[in-house]
């Protein structure tokens, strides 16, 4: 059973847009919801997170919006760059130190 | 301060020999995780551990050991390889500053099995 589902697998985005990903969860026990960058031939790094008692939270160009009733959030990059273009997961977590589950990942590439 | 280190970065092995992969972190932490990465799968967890001497199962835990016998050190063994287990295996220790927790990662072991 998937506990945590993302979409879209990939998208393109031109230089300047705004990509957008998706993810929605079914434990509502989750507390805890980060994404994660991993570019080619490397290891995932932490990005972003957000715990459920904002809606939002914004770090430069990347936000979470976060949707505690409809069990979602979402990954909103602003002017995508190209050095953007990488594989991005979000994850979640029941607790501090507890394990993350992951979802399956977005592959972007931001495109001249 | 190196992180994360796996060792080692390729490997190719013949189905039923075995294999340890080390994984060693020098930021002190107490977690340290082992995932899996297969095409369209996302990260799958393997086992972690909470601290030393401890080694708890994940996702998927089948036809994988681990040994935690030093803080600094987590261990994944396979006993006799299968070519289902080709995939790129990720090491990970964990802090919490503040509101967050951290999972820093190493660059990757990428392993086939013939």
């Known amino acids: 059973q998937q506990q945590v589902k993302q979409s879209p697998q990939s998208l393109i985005v031109q230089k300047g847009g705004i990509s957008i990903i998706n993810c929605a969860y079914e434990n509502t026990a989750f507390d805890y919801f980060p994404w994660y960058q991993q570019f080619p031939g490397k290891g995932p790094a932490l990005l972003i997170a957000?715990?459920?008692?904002?809606s939002e939270k914004k770090e430069g160009r990347f936000t979470i919006s976060f949707n505690k009733s409809a069990k979602q959030f979402s990954l909103h990059i602003m002017d995508s760059q190209p050095g953007d273009s990488a594989t991005y997961f979000c994850?979640?977590?029941?607790?501090?130190?507890?394990?993350?589950?992951f979802g399956k990942g977005t592959r972007l590439s931001v495109i001249a | 301060n190196a992180g994360v280190t796996q060792t080692p970065k390729f490997r190719v092995l013949k189905t039923g020999q075995s294999m340890t992969l080390l994984c060693a972190q020098d930021m002190n932490h107490e977690y340290m995780y082992w995932y899996r990465q297969d095409p369209g799968m996302g990260l799958r967890l393997i086992h972690y551990?909470?601290?030393?001497?401890?080694?708890a199962k994940g996702e998927v835990p089948d036809g994988y050991n681990v040994s935690r016998l030093k803080k600094q050190n987590f261990l994944l063994g396979l006993e006799s390889a299968a070519p289902s287990q080709t995939s790129v295996y990720f090491c990970a220790s964990s802090y919490s500053p503040g509101g967050l927790d951290i999972q820093y990662f190493g660059a990757g072991t990428r392993l086939s099995v013939l």
């Open positions: 994850a979640a977590s029941i607790r501090r130190n507890t394990p993350l589950v």
């Open positions: 551990s909470v601290g030393e001497g401890t080694t």
């Open positions: 957000i715990r459920p008692d904002v």
